[in-house]
């Protein structure tokens, strides 16, 4: 028999039998339903959490610092040679410092932090109220929230604040100075406010700060690799140089293994009904050989062989899989898209942002499709065989 002909036999057989069938496949709708629902959640969280944590450009950036390390500060010869490694595509050294700030009615202690407009962006730094300066603004800084709560001023009123501020002096950066030295800095203005409550801090650029404490040296620098997949390389490099490193990337190496056994967790609820479909599809087909036992005796005795009835079998059992997959893909899919829906409509009444839950990657779909057509193979191999066995004599006497 051609194969387009044992197919349209295959269905004929189906949908004469059009309520079994349809309680089968949806069966397999269910469990695919179910696998692909809770699979994409776990992919959407993943996916929104770490979209949080860094961008796609954070993951070209290396931290470069003396913490735990025998070198004690970086000098113009280490950022000389940091630039000189391969696949570096830009380094900006920064500076922090102790210090203090007043406002004529509070002092308190900061971390004075000199950053050039380009170590903030490549950070990632988000300013929460006002701009950011320009690397040749004099005598303009930027605060976290933390320091003007210390200092009682409005976070809404922070441009009034005229701040005073004096660093202490470190003989690492600053060889030329005394040690805790205080040095005055002069009065400046906040232009800008950085979300922080954990920390007291200002930002400044960092030629000022290197002009006003005659720094040489630095405590902090950013790396910007050309590409991510180059970030180790250039990060063992630069270990090799003495330093300590610290990789964004690192972290969302931890959270990714985290969801993966979450996605495993969920997945496995999804596999138990996934498991009742295929005992379901097994029935249908094993029931559907009894009952057409005499049918299979009629056909061999019309020279149909053995392997017209085996894919004839096997044909049914990949219909059912391959209709019930689809559609289950489909319903999964759609089902997280209302739950996603419903999620953000509430959201937005009550002032959050909306988010998307659910995620399902392409190549998930593919080999969704592809598991559950080899699941239809291996169900229908068994009444397939069987029904090849089945010898012409007692197929037409079965009753």
Do not use: C
């Given at each position: 028999?051609k ?20 309680v ?19 992919y ?9 944590i860094?961008s796609?450009q954070?993951?070209?950036v ?17 950022l000389?040679?940091i ?31 000199g ?9 990632a ?20 929230t ?10 809404n009123d ?9 660093a ?8 030329s100075?005394?040690e ?9 203005l ?34 910007v ?10 990060r063992?490099?630069?270990t ?6 610290a ?11 985290i ?20 005992l379901?599809?097994?029935n ?12 299979i ?10 392997k ?48 998307a ?43």
């Open positions: 028999m194969l387009l002909y044992i197919l349209e036999i295959s269905w004929r057989n189906l949908m004469s039998r059009k309520i079994r069938s349809a089968t496949i949806s069966g397999v709708i269910i469990g695919i339903t179910t696998i692909v629902f809770l699979t994409s959640l776990g959407g969280i993943e996916k929104m959490t770490t979209t949080q860094a796609e954070a993951l070209k290396l931290d470069v610092n003396v913490d735990e390390s025998d070198i004690v500060a970086i000098s113009e010869e280490h000389a040679e630039r000189n490694i391969n696949d570096v595509a830009a380094v900006h050294a920064g500076i922090k410092i102790a210090g203090k700030v007043s406002n004529g009615l509070v002092k308190t202690d900061v971390i004075i932090k950053y050039s407009r380009d170590f903030l962006e490549v950070s730094t988000d300013i929460y109220k006002g701009q950011q300066y320009i690397d040749s603004d004099e005598n303009k800084i930027l605060i976290s933390n320091a003007l709560k210390l200092m009682n001023v409005d976070i922070f441009t009034s604040a005229d701040l005073e501020i004096e202490l002096a470190s003989e690492v950066l600053s060889p100075l005394t805790g030295r205080a040095v005055p800095l002069g009065n400046y906040v232009v800008g406010v950085i979300d922080d409550e954990e920390s007291p801090f200002i930002v400044m650029p960092v030629e000022q700060i290197k002009d006003d404490l005659r720094v040489t040296n630095y405590n902090e620098v950013k790396v690799v050309s590409d991510k997949t180059k970030v180790q390389e250039v063992s490099a630069i090799k140089m003495g330093f300590t490193t990789y964004l990337g690192d972290t969302i190496t931890q959270i990714t293994t969801f993966v056994f979450f996605r495993y967790i969920i997945g496995g609820f999804g596999l138990i009904a996934m498991l009742v479909a295929i379901g599809m097994f249908t087909l094993t029931v559907s050989l009894l009952e057409r036992t005499r049918e005796g009629v056909l061999k005795a019309n020279n149909a062989t053995k017209d009835i085996f894919l004839m079998f096997l044909s049914e059992a990949l219909i059912i899989s391959f209709i019930g997959g689809v559609l289950g893909i489909a319903s999964g899919v759609a089902s997280g898209k209302l739950v996603n829906f419903w999620f953000n409509f509430y959201a937005l009444r009550s002032g959050s942002n909306p988010l839950l659910f995620y399902v990657p392409s190549v998930f779909v593919f080999l969704t499709v592809a598991v559950v057509s080899l699941v239809g193979f291996l169900t229908g191999l068994y009444p397939a065989t069987r029904a090849t066995k089945i010898k012409i004599l007692d197929a037409l006497k079965y009753e």
